[in-house]
Every structure is written in structure tokens, then in C-alpha cells.
């Protein structure tokens, strides 16, 4: 039996490399900068996750987030740096699975550059609050499930392929090395 992906009469595959990775990382993460971020990854015990808001992604694909030094998140980015980010843009596309290197800094011009005033509701000081730390996270590799067309599109194309009894969904997907 054929996989779904091989019923498809058109492309639906695509890894993206360097700047088409990192273009892909951006226009996903603005459609929801929320993710969950993943820390102890590789302890074979029940994952540590929590949600967190990106603050920014860089041109190169690096994401920042604020987090305070007294965190779980930040202890086990000490003792290790890898991370998992998982991110889901809409109820049937715009998924990013993200895998990568995290680091901690206290870089105030950084902070001063992310701050929003909504983050005193957890750094009560304000941007100068001393718990405040930032987190870059540079991907390594990661996986994207979209749709070329948007969603519209892509309910159509789905709806014509249940009628006809044929594979026409407008997915895309593929590894992402950035």
C-alpha cells in the first residue's frame, strides 16, 4: 500500500536549507509566537515543557525569549543546552518542530530591545528587574508541516478530493537545517 504522501499528484515535499530555512522558522513563528519549549530533553524521563512567548527571530532563524534566573528552564539550559521548541500556528497547518542550542546571557541592551510592558507582569521591577535573563535558542534541525496555498485554499482542495475520492491535499513539509 501506497503512503498518503506517495497518492499525491503534486509536490509536497520540501527541505529548506540556510536562509530558506530560516525565512520558513520566521513566517511560522509570526503566525504564533507561542511554543512550547522543551528543556532535559535527553534524561529518558517525562519531558520538562512550558509555554513560552518568542520575543523575537533573527534574520539567521535564532529565537529570543525572557526568562528569569531563578527558573527551572534556566538551571537545566545550564546543565544542558539543548532544547526542543514546538510550535502550532492553526488547527491544520503552520506546525515547526525546532531543535537546537540555548543560551543564557544578562545582555541589558537585548533586554531593553524585547521588553514589552506586559512582561512586568512577571518581572514586577520592570525591564531592569535583576531576576531577567535572556534566551537565545539557535535551531540546528528541525521538521515543518504547512500548506502552500492557505488555509481556504487547502479546506477546498481537500473537500474536492473527498468528493472524487482522490488524494488533493495542499500540504507541505520537510526538514529544516538552518
Not at 48 to 77: C, T, Y
Request: aromatic share 8%; with cysteine; charged share 25%.
Amino acid at each position: 500500500m501506497d503512503s498518503i504522501n506517495q497518492q499525491q499528484p503534486e509536490k509536497n515535499r520540501e527541505n529548506l536549507l540556510g536562509a530558506e530555512a530560516a525565512e520558513k522558522i520566521k513566517e511560522l513563528v509570526d503566525k504564533s509566537s507561542t511554543c512550547f519549549f522543551i528543556t532535559d530533553i535527553q534524561n529518558s524521563q517525562p519531558l520538562h515543557v512550558r509555554p513560552m512567548a518568542v520575543q523575537k527571530v533573527e534574520e539567521d532563524g535564532s529565537l529570543w525569549f525572557l526568562s528569569s534566573d531563578d527558573s527551572h528552564k534556566n538551571a537545566e539550559i545550564q546543565v544542558d543546552q539543548h532544547v526542543q521548541l514546538l510550535f502550532q500556528g492553526s488547527a491544520h497547518s503552520d506546525f515547526l518542530s525546532l531543535y537546537g542550542n540555548a543560551s543564557i546571557s544578562r545582555d541589558k541592551a537585548k533586554i531593553k530591545e524585547l521588553w514589552e510592558p506586559i512582561l512586568k507582569a512577571w518581572f514586577t521591577e520592570g525591564e531592569d528587574d535583576p531576576r531577567i535573563t535572556v534566551i537565545k535558542v539557535m535551531p540546528t534541525e528541525g521538521y515543518y508541516w504547512d500548506n502552500k496555498h492557505g488555509n481556504a485554499v487547502a479546506f477546498i482542495k481537500t473537500m474536492a478530493g473527498a468528493l472524487v475520492g482522490k488524494t488533493l491535499d495542499d500540504s507541505i513539509e520537510g526538514t529544516i537545517q538552518v
